[in-house]
């Protein structure tokens, strides 16, 4: 819940909860997001794996029946010893 507090008249303070921040506060709050780029390197890896995701996707497309035929050539070659 946002509420305007009246401790600081000559500036507006918000209210979240039992927190207290001046404009000022805030301003450097949103200057140390805009500036920090932790975040970065987490959507970095999250495009590299949806990336990687499509190619894959598109290659068993194109390349299905080829590869669930050498499964099923490799599958018959195997062969196991029965007790």
Do not use: H
């Amino acid at each position: 819940m946002l509420k305007v507090c009246d401790r600081a008249p000559e500036r507006v303070c918000l209210k979240f909860g039992f927190t207290l921040l001046s404009g000022v506060r805030r301003m450097e709050l949103v200057n140390r997001f805009i500036r920090e780029d932790d975040g970065q390197d987490v959507v970095e890896y999250g495009l590299l794996i949806a990336t990687i995701a499509i190619v894959v996707l598109i290659g068993v497309g194109f390349f299905g029946k080829q590869i669930n035929a050498w499964f099923t050539n490799l599958a018959a070659k195997i062969t196991t010893v029965g007790t």
